[in-house]
């Protein structure tokens, strides 16, 4: 999802479920996306990546999947705990520079 | 122990002064990087920097410098030109600035304008 001004769009789950959390990318010469974490007053932190020659990446307890026709990026996470909750940032790499997309906030419910 | 560290964590400036933040990775990376973020919102990049003694303008870079004289340093200024400084800073790293490189972040220092 991208942001809107001061709104971070927001996905509120129930604990144990799965979240899926969305990211349109922009430029369909870049070849390398990760996934990033970020909690409230911390720096983001490395979740999963994926190449371009890929659809799919999985990690424990987490998925990425790219589709490069729509140029569309997704981020699983099965069975959502109540520290998965923070804002998740897609970032593109398609040179040296990484371009972000605005970030959604997970929410996990008890 | 590896990474980046930021200094300090919080960081109060009166109007017209120049502030220095701190930014320093033991990672034996080439490329560092300071992003701005503001609340609710998403990074932009300042500058960066993929060599000792060599660095660019990114897309916000009016009122802010920087030096690399360093390897592992990469220190930005936020100087009184700069209008609406306050916000939360952050440092990255990475490798070789290749287009499969990932950015390693620091912890962030949270800038406030008194």
């Known amino acids: 999802g991208e942001s809107v001004g001061l709104h971070l769009p927001t996905l509120s789950v129930q604990e144990g479920d799965n979240s899926i959390i969305n990211c349109a990318y922009s430029?369909?010469?870049?070849?390398?996306f990760i996934w990033y974490k970020q909690e409230s007053g911390k720096g983001p932190q490395f979740i999963i990546d994926?190449?371009?020659?890929?659809d799919k990446r999985q990690g424990q307890r987490v998925t990425v999947l790219l589709n490069k026709t729509v140029k569309h990026l997704s981020l699983q996470i099965a069975a959502t705990q109540p520290g998965d909750s923070a804002v998740y940032f897609c970032?593109?790499?398609?040179?040296?520079?990484?371009?972000f997309g605005g970030g959604t906030r997970l929410m996990v419910k008890p | 122990d590896g990474g980046i560290t930021q200094s300090p964590k919080y960081l109060f400036r009166k109007e017209g002064q120049n502030v220095t933040l701190s930014c320093e990775q033991n990672?034996?990376?080439?490329?560092m990087y300071w992003y701005r973020q503001d609340p609710g919102q998403g990074l932009r990049l300042i500058y960066y920097?993929?060599?000792?003694?060599?660095?660019q303008k990114g897309d916000i870079a009016e009122g802010y410098s920087v030096s690399r004289e360093k390897k592992e340093s990469f220190p930005l200024t936020v100087t009184s030109a700069q209008k609406n400084p306050t916000a939360f800073y952050l440092c990255a790293s990475m490798r070789s600035g290749k287009s499969t490189d990932t950015q390693y972040f620091g912890p962030g220092t949270r800038l406030t304008v008194l």
């Open positions: 430029n369909s010469a870049s070849d390398y």
């Open positions: 970032a593109e790499n398609a040179g040296n520079m990484l371009t």
């Open positions: 994926i190449r371009s020659n890929m």
């Open positions: 920097s993929q060599i000792v003694n060599d660095f």
């Open positions: 990672l034996n990376h080439d490329a």
